[in-house]
């Protein structure tokens, strides 16, 4: 069985950054791609960004694009989130997920991953 178990989250001003972490643990593998979702309060969880098991493809939501990273450090088997510019509409409860097949795709469905983290905070406001 995976775990995923995010961090970083927070209060941050707008035009802050912050760098939200997903570590895995239950396996030996980093053979699985990776993504992050977000979810506003009375909102459906939306994608954000996802990578694939080398980091060598990457795809991002409009909304974010050009102001998020998404990278992973398989020796750690953590992957990370780095936001910055961030704006109050990204407020929301941030969610790493995982899923093991395909590996060398990046998948942009909350439907397409298996494993999920329980969830970081993340609160942009003045």
């Known amino acids: 069985q995976v775990q995923l178990v995010e961090s970083g989250g927070g209060l941050v001003q707008p035009g802050g950054s912050l760098r939200l972490s997903c570590a895995a643990s239950?396996?030996?593998?980093?053979?699985?791609?990776m993504g992050w979702f977000r979810q506003a309060p009375g909102k459906e969880r939306e994608f954000v960004a996802a990578?694939?098991?080398?980091?060598?493809?990457?795809t991002y939501a409009d909304s974010v694009k050009g102001r998020f990273t998404i990278s992973r450090d398989n020796a750690k088997n953590t992957g990370y989130l780095q936001m910055n510019s961030l704006k109050p509409e990204d407020t929301a409860v941030y969610y790493c997920?995982?899923?093991?097949?395909?590996?060398?795709?990046?998948?942009?469905?909350?439907?397409?991953?298996?494993?999920w983290g329980q969830g970081t905070q993340v609160t942009v406001s003045s």
């Open positions: 239950g396996t030996f593998s980093n053979l699985y791609t």
């Open positions: 990578i694939n098991w080398s980091g060598g493809s990457t």
């Open positions: 997920a995982a899923r093991f097949g395909k590996i060398g795709s990046v998948f942009n469905t909350a439907s397409s991953y298996t494993y």
